[in-house]
DNA sequence: CTGCATGCAAACCGTTTGCATCCCC
DNA sequence: GGGGATGCAAACGGTTTGCATGCAG
């Protein structure tokens, strides 16, 4: 008799562990900031193993691989549907704590012919470390004027 | 006496005048798109420019450079504030017909100490040309069944 | 004539992939 | 022991950049 297949696809190693863990910890990072997080404490692995499991986790489910702007793409633990801000200037993303618009997709649906899957709200802005270290930089300059 | 400087920083050259005519008339292209549209006309045009002259076009609020989600920039000439739908199958764009959610910054402002500038939303989902090749792909398996 | 704009090609950066080795089941 | 997972490094695709030349003002 044939032991049963593995029907989960997801070998629970010590640098998905991790992985998890550290995603869990962070905000939204990009899969450099993952990797340099879990080198702290798997000095050894390798990115090709941080891109590859990202992948396979977002694929089945248990992360969110975020479609934001930037050039680089960055991962989410919550997988439950919520909006995102971006600082325009720094890059952080954060989560927004607003309920998501239920309408907006029925809105959507009577506007086109595609099969709407999903939505995202991405705002823009600047953060509030960013808002002070402009601040500051236009002080400094009035002080230069005097 | 000094001629005033040229505050118009975009000098009308045969290159941006093509560029902006086919990005009109594309639909949302990728930089790539864009230049083999434009290659057509000026055989000799190089990516660098297109690269080049769409982040000035961009920074000087002439077109739009679109934040989607997919591993490639798209550009748009429609500079009004609007809404894109992106399908998941082929990676498509286009525009929705929907109005600008007025109250969804005055929310997320009351929600975040971020100073707000923008934002996007973004539809996923089939478009109708892809959902027409999944339902014929069904039925070519349906008939090999028989 | 001057300096911005261009074509070309090399460099760059984020991501993916091939392969030998490792290690979990 | 076997097959999936890893580390490593090379390849890849999209974008940016340096430089000599061209061309608009």
Redesign the pocket.
């Known amino acids: 008799m044939n032991a049963a297949p593995?029907l989960n696809?997801?070998?629970?190693?010590?640098?998905?562990q991790v992985m998890l863990e550290e995603l869990a910890k962070a905000n939204h990072p990009?899969?450099?900031e993952l990797y340099e997080r879990v080198r702290l404490r798997?000095h050894?692995?390798?990115?090709?193993?941080i891109?590859?499991?990202l992948?396979l986790m977002a694929a089945s489910g248990i992360i969110l691989k975020l479609e934001v702007g930037g050039?680089?793409?960055r991962y989410d633990a919550q997988t439950e549907p919520h909006y995102h801000i971006r600082c325009s200037r720094c890059g952080l993303v954060e989560n927004i704590d607003m309920h998501v618009i239920q309408n907006v997709i029925a809105a959507a649906s009577r506007k086109t012919a595609y099969n709407i899957i999903g939505h995202h709200i991405e705002f823009t802005g600047e953060c509030p470390k960013c808002q002070r270290k402009a601040r500051n930089a236009c002080l400094e300059q009035e002080r230069s004027f005097v």
């Not at 696809?9 to 010590?14: I, V």
């Not at 050894?44 to 193993?49: A, P």
């Open positions: 593995d696809p997801f070998r629970p190693t010590k640098q998905r990009t899969a450099c798997l050894r692995i390798g990115l090709g193993t891109y590859r499991n992948e050039s680089q793409k």
